[in-house]
């Protein structure tokens, strides 16, 4: 598989996708780690596989599904990416952010990405759902974008703006949905490390100063891409374990998925408000 891509490319893996499902959908969920089973609530779905498309990175993490399911969810034409590819895999930045781009291309106007995030808070508690209200892209800041090289104005400006990341509009919707269904709604700001090693007491620690309030190994990059194509993002976070600041706790991907398990019906309660509340034909 390629690290780099070209427009041609992501049509290829565009026109087989729209091959292989009966919708047009306008709006995209990715679910993280656990998260998978939200996307059983879809109806009349076409489940499409990733290893199937062209070009597209498999998920070799327990916890991702590694498909595509395309369908209606709340009256609305959903595509959801049941599990991603990261870049702790082995995959280039280009390569996680393909499905973004094949989205972007596929008509879709709005994208509610979801993670599981370890707590740097430690106002936070396992099993919170935290809305992202700006992340910090250290990756970026050490040179890694899957923005780098050259640019394909069809696709984007070369230098996309970053100071809204997370759509205010979408996120004022978001804590409107969680109080009327009584979902307590943490709000924060999501670091975005490589990984897979979770984080020292220190790391955490340096985090905290520097203002995060959740740490991952997803998301910064697909929401880069995400903004560059002119999507509107929502972002949320599904807190896994807490902040292990002292060092006396040991984190593992097991408890990871755990939690995962126990927030999906939490999220997917959150998600079907919001898509309940969204316009039926969402424009950019």
């Known amino acids: 598989m390629t690290d780099t891509f070209t427009r041609a490319d992501y049509e290829a893996t565009a026109a087989s996708v729209r091959a292989r499902t009966r919708h047009t959908p306008k709006i995209a969920l990715v679910l993280g780690s656990g998260l998978g089973p ?38 609305q034409t959903v595509l959801i990416q049941q599990g991603r590819a990261h870049y702790y895999e082995g995959y280039s930045l280009p390569q996680i952010t393909l499905p973004i781009r094949v989205m972007q291309l596929l008509g879709i106007q709005i994208l509610i990405i979801t993670n599981a995030a370890g707590a740097i808070n430690p106002e936070f508690r396992p099993g919170d759902l935290m809305l992202i ?41 978001a804590l ?30 340096f985090l905290r100063l520097m203002g995060a309030d959740a740490v991952g190994m997803s998301t910064v ?20 374990n807490k902040a292990n600041l002292d060092g006396n706790t040991t984190t593992t991907h097991a408890e990871v998925l755990a939690a995962g398990h126990s927030l999906a019906p939490k999220l997917s309660q959150l998600l079907r408000g919001l898509l309940r509340r969204l316009p039926t034909n969402p424009t950019a």
């Open 38 to 75: 939200v996307a059983e609530a879809v109806q009349n779905a076409d489940v499409i596989p990733g290893d199937s498309l062209p070009h597209w990175p498999r998920s070799t993490v327990e916890g991702h599904t590694g498909q595509l399911v395309i369908g209606h969810l709340e009256e």
């Open 133 to 173: 209200t700006d992340h910090i892209n250290l990756l970026g800041m050490a040179g890694l974008s899957p923005l780098r090289g050259p640019n394909d104005e069809t696709l984007g400006p070369r230098f996309p703006d970053m100071s809204r990341a997370y759509d205010r509009d979408l996120r004022a919707l």
């Open 176 to 205: 409107a949905v969680a109080d009327k269904a009584q979902l307590h709604l943490q709000e924060g700001v999501y670091v975005g490390l490589a990984g897979p090693s979770f984080e020292t007491p220190a790391d955490l620690r």
């Open 221 to 240: 990059p697909e929401v880069t891409v995400a903004r560059h194509g002119g999507l509107r993002v929502l972002g949320l976070s599904g807190i896994s």
